[in-house]
Each structure stands twice: as C-alpha cells, then as structure tokens.
C-alpha cells in the first residue's frame, strides 16, 4: 500500500505539539538527555541518524589517501552514485538512484544551491568545484527535510576546506601545498593555502590550478577535445564574537576554459556566503543563519557553428535559518531542528538558443525534522512545507506557474543488539519544474526540431518506502577489528514524472518539442549495500547496488540519459605498513550494462556492455610535514566507454606521481 502524505503529515503536527510543549521544560532545568543512536557523522561534525541515508565522504577519502583527487570516480564508487562524465566539460552532475539534471539531486557548494542549467547534449545540471579545495562531500539518499530539500531522489554537498584543515594543532600559522604530475594528458594540477587561526579569528587564501591536454584511451587513441584548464581562489574569514556567536565570511572563484556542446566555452562560477552562528548553551538555542550568492556564467568563445557569442548565466540569492533543540520528557530525548530556506534564481545571457535567457523562480520552504529515542527505539518525523514560482516570457505568451507541497518523512528504528539496527522509512519528496523546462524555445542548429514552451508543467513528485539495517559491529573476527555499514531496499513511485515529448501543443496552441509531466505513476527501485571492514593496519571497503527502473527516458539531446547500470560493485583494499608512515592500496570497480536510449529516442533497450576497472596507489610519509604519492589509474589500461558519458572512450592507463607539504 503506498504511504498517505496526509496520515503522515497530521503525524508530524503532532510531533511539533510535542516538541512545543516540551519547550517551557528545557527552559526551566537542565537537561541530561539520553544517548542518542547514530550511524556516524557528517563534515560538519552533526550527527547521521538512523533513517538518513548519507554517506560522508572526508579530504583522505577524497584524495584515495594519496593526494590524488578524481571526483568522478570517487562519486561512482559510492552506493546507487553516478555521475554524467562529459571528458570535456569540468563540471559535476550527480544521478542518485537513476534521477538526475534539473535539480532532481539538490547540488550544493558550502551549503550555497548550485542552480545553474544547460538544455542540450549534456546534463542539464552541474556544479563547480574545484576538487584541489575540497575537504568533504556529503551525499543524501531519497528524502531531505531540511536544508537542501528541493531534489526528488536527494543531495550532495560540496564542503571546501578552511583554516583548521591547514593550520595544527597548537599553532597559529600553517600552509599546505599539493603538486600532482600525470602522464597520458593529465600534465600537472597543483594547489596551495595558508591560513591562520587563534582563539577568535581564522582566515584561510588558497590557489588552485589544473592544467590537462587531451588523453588517450585505453585502445592508444586520442579522444579530442578533453582538455581542460582550471584556475580557482578560495578566501574565507571568521570570528569568534564571544564564546558563543560566531560570524563567518567565504568567497571562491572558479574559471574554466574547455570544449563542450560542439563549442570552446569559459565559464565563471562566483559564490559569496556570509554566516552567523549563535549557540546559547542551554539545549534550546543553536541558531545557524546564512546569506548567500552564487553566480555562474558561460560563453560560447569559439568554434564553426553560428552560436559563438552565445552567453547564458545564473545567479542565485538566498538565505536560511536552521535552529536545533535537544529536551527531554519522560525516558523520551528529543532533538528537533526547525528552520526555514528562501532562494531566488534569475536567468541572464544573450542568443539562447533553446534556452531562455530572461526568468525568474523563486523557491521557499519551512521544515522540522524531529528525532526521538527511547531506550533502542528511534523515531524521525519530519515535514517540509516548499512553495515554487517560475515567471518569464515565452515566444508566445507569459509563463506564471506557482504551486506548493506539504512533504513529510517518518523513519522507525529498533537496536535489537549493540550493532544490529533495523529500520523503516516512508517519505514524499517533490521537485519544482525549471526555468529550461518550462521555457524551452527556438529550434535544433540546422532545423528539423521546433522547441516550444509549457506554461502548465508540474511538479514531479515521489512517495516510497526503505527498508534496511545498520550495522556496527566491534570484535566481530579478531579482537580490535570492526565492521560498519548499510543495508537497504528502497522503491520510488514518481508521478508526473517530466520527459520529452516531440508531438505536444501547448496552452499556446503551438506544437513542436517540449518537457511534459507523463502521465501515471513510474517505479524504481534498488537494493543498496555499504560495507567497510578494519582491523590494525588494514581497510577494506565494499559498495554494491542492484538497479530496476521503468522510469521513462529522458532524450539525450535535450539533455542525457539518466538510466544507472543494472549493478555496480566497488571494492578497496588498503594497508599500513612501516609504524603506519607507508600506505598501499588497490581499487577494483564493475560496472553492468543496463537501459540506455540513443541520442533524439526516447524509447530504452538493454545494452550489455560491462567493464571492469582496476586502480593502483600508494603513498609514503617522509616526516610529519611531507608526503610522496603515486597512483595509477585504469592499471590494465582497459578500452571502454564510461556507462552515463557523453560517448567518448574512456581514459586509458595513467600515472600520476606527487608530493603534498604542511607546515
């Protein structure tokens, strides 16, 4: 039976009485709260409940414990993650769970959303990070209540490192710099920060640069155009204004020169975030606020065809406010967190094409995400109230679309033993259509296609379910080893699904191509497996994911096609030798075939064209202060075309040999 929205949100009011009639008590006595259960932490240090399913991913993971960072195929690696790799194109497009493009995966850089969108043959959603600067990812599967809840099938945070993660402990001054050479096109990519930090002000200023000429394939071919330049600046303040409230300021720049979309491009990405933090100590108030600004922007700066010229841009403003409060009643523990998030994008640009270069959407929501335990029992209740409008102008008419959502999540969690914990999730999620969707216009270069608006596009919206169990078991074969992980089983039926049909007529009277809500309710589901296994000086790391999906197509073309393999499997294997100063390690992939759907189809059929890859590293500590890397990536030099790619062959056997300093 599928989950009532409407049961579970009259459930989640109540848990908000609750959490209100709790309050007078927090205020009045100290409050020792019970142990609450968790699976482990975010970046931020904020703690994963039982019914979050979040895999964070810290600067070792990363950078493989080598300095050598790939983004792409550390996302592909994690459980039911895949990326659109385009060689070309430097930015990251995230597919959770088969969805993916048009905010379908709520992308964020620093919590800042990344909204930028491209109708054409890539995805339609990207961000710019530049990977030399990251210190964390944090990926969340299926429903998000809180802050960055716009996508369908989740989000991923992209955190940038700040002055603890250059300057030691006890000192006030440092710096870090990393250098990586690589052969096979990959020349040199290098970065470097200083920072400063005492008991009320940090300041961190950091340069990046990554530099690559075309690559070969594993066949010994050259694959055109898949040289990138990337030069990025990273800043970022803070002060402590008194034990309690702190103010920070970070600003980044991200410019990139590559080819893509049958055109050289360069493309800007700007994000400004001022933050205010004010902790009052008495488990009432944790207030955190931030006001924001992304911008991104690209141009068409060269090539054959008509567009060169072209410029399309996003900016992005907004703001949010999240407070959390921890009581107690009873032998219930409750923590609550309570906020809301508002955000306006604005597009800009010249000679679109396709895509509109004038429009605005404005998005804002409330939510309460509320987490009780008693004894081994866990309950999370959380709702999330969004509302969406888009306004622009079409060919033919005015495009005002607004519509609201009430969405609630409601997981149950039992610790049958110390390290065995089941657990069970119903949610509703919902994603606002886009600007580019609603307002696709123009024609295909060269004719054959006329592209129209759909001002009476809807929302997509999902209702399902996850079952499965965490595990976290000390002592399990030897004394002093562990084994931790997830376990799960989930479906999703979408309704009003948004594709691309080539025989619409729009309220406009107009037919041609548009996007268009499918009519009925589409299914997919998986089972998800995440393993790591320690013991002394050994790691070992398993992810596996079993794919189904009737979900229709999208058309590659008008955008890319969104279908994950049938099953995946990732396996790592890394040891510490030399009182832990040298590590090895060896990376294993599998990647099935699955559906797939030809560029202007929208019709899917199996293609059964596995590969398997296999990755080589190691890394030695000189002294405390230098390290020496190597990695070689695609060590039997496969010949393969990456599954959720542009079409270009993937990267044949590379060698990459580097040094990283701290002082």
Known sequence: MRPSHRHLAAVLLGTTCLTLAAAPLAAQETIQLDTIVIVGYDEDGAPIFAGENTTSLDAEDLQS????????????????????????????????????GSGRVAMSVDGVPQQFRL??????????????????????????????????AGSVNFSTI????????????????????????QNHSGMAAVAYRDD??????????????????????????????????????????????????????????????????????????????????????????????????????????????????????????????????GNWSLTSVNGFEISQDEL??????????????????????NIFVNGKW????????????????????????????????????????????????VSRTMRSPTLQETMLGGSHPGGGFGMIANPELEAETSEGFELGFNLDRQDLFASGDSLSGRVNYYRMDVDNYVATSFAFTNAFGQSGVAFVNVDGISETSGVEVELAYSYRQLDLGLSYTKNDSDIPSQTPGLGAGQYLPDSTLSASIAGRFLQDRMTLGAEYSFVSGGLYTDTYDSTPYQRDDSYELVDLFASYKLNDTVQLNAKIENAFDTDYVPWLSSGEKGQGRTLYVGTSLQF
């Not at 109708?119 to 299926?142: K, M, W, Y």
């Not at 800009?348 to 995400?369: C, H, L, M, Q, W």
């Not at 060919?395 to 610790?415: E, F, M």
């Open 65 to 100: 414990g080598v300095g050598v960072t790939d983004l792409n195929t550390t996302l592909r690696r994690q459980t039911s993650v895949f990326t659109q790799q385009d060689p070309g194109n430097p930015g990251i497009a995230v597919n959770l769970r088969g969805f993916e």
């Open 119 to 152: 109708t054409g043959h890539a995805a339609q959603s990207a961000a710019f990070v530049d990977e030399n600067f990251l210190g964390g990812v944090e990926i969340i599967r299926g429903a998000v209540t809180t802050t960055g809840g716009t996508g369908i």
């Open 162 to 185: 700040d002055a603890a993660d250059v300057v030691r402990d006890g000192q006030s001054f440092g710096g870090i710099s990393r250098l990586t050479y690589g052969d096979n096109g």
């Open 200 to 329: 009320r002000f940090d300041m961190l200023l950091g340069y990046s640069r990554h530099l690559s000429d075309d690559y070969e394939d594993g066949n010994g071919d050259t694959v055109a155009n898949t040289d990138e330049d990337v030069v990025s600046g990273l800043f970022k303040l803070g002060y402590n204004i008194d034990a309690s409230q702190r103010v920070t300021f970070m600003a980044s720049r991200y410019d990139s020169d590559f080819f893509a979309t049958s055109y050289d491009q360069e493309l800007t990405s700007d994000i400004y975030k001022l933050g205010y933090s004010y902790d009052a100590g008495d488990n009432l108030i944790d207030l955190k606020a931030n006001l924001y600004r992304a911008e991104t922007e690209t141009e068409w700066v060269g090539g054959t065809g008509s567009y060169v010229g072209r410029k399309l841009s996003t900016e992005t403003t907004g703001f949010d406010l999240t407070n959390t409060s921890r009581f107690a009643f």
């Open 348 to 369: 800009g640009g010249k000679t679109g094409g396709v895509n509109p270069t004038d429009g605005t959407a404005d998005r804002a929501s409330i939510f309460s995400e």
């Open 378 to 425: 866990e309950l999370t209740a959380g709702l999330r109230a969004n509302e969406y409008a888009l306004d622009g102008e079409a060919s033919q008419g005015d495009i005002d679309i607004k519509n609201t959502s009430v969405d609630p999540k409601l997981t149950v969690a039992y610790r049958v033993t110390d390290w065995f914990q089941p657990y069970a999730t």
